[in-house]
């Protein structure tokens, strides 16, 4: 929360002083159930573990942060022009969009260096989609 005091701490000082130790309580649970709805969204992080050999010989854990969103997914989103919220659909019609854009058979009357170009961007296309079907279970 962006104050200094939860309403869970705020709304049980107040039922302490109204009705003792139930309204305490009560307060208590009314304030925790507004915190949680009114909760601004976290980012949550995962550990990766790796193993370490210490003095004894035996291994010890590395913990290392890592954030929870994968970065190449958001790239992933980022390249295909569309929103993380994008159903299915969506995602294939904007992979299709860009396929046809960028297929090197469309640009092949343009020189060498614009199907170069357009098979980097339908090989990133691609990548992109398989991506996000991987990531959503596809």
């Avoid at 010989?57 to 390249?79: C, F, I, N, S």
């Avoid at 046809?100 to 170069?116: I, K």
């Amino acid at each position: 929360m962006g104050c200094l005091i939860s309403y869970k701490w705020l709304f049980g000082l107040i039922g302490l002083y109204v009705g003792g130790g139930r309204g305490f309580i009560l307060g208590f649970l009314l304030g925790w159930l507004l915190d949680s709805m009114y909760r601004r969204p976290t980012i949550h992080f995962t550990f990766q573990h790796g193993h370490n050999d210490d003095f004894s010989g035996y291994q010890k854990e590395e913990r290392k942060w890592q954030p929870y969103v994968d970065v190449t997914l958001q790239e992933a989103y980022r390249t295909l022009g569309i929103r993380e919220t994008a159903t299915d659909d969506e995602v294939r019609q904007a992979y299709r969009q860009m396929a046809l854009r960028y297929h090197p058979d469309r640009v092949s009357t343009q020189g060498e260096a614009a199907r170069e170009e357009a098979e980097k961007k339908f090989r990133e296309a691609t990548e992109a989609r398989d991506t996000i079907f991987r990531a959503r279970g596809l």
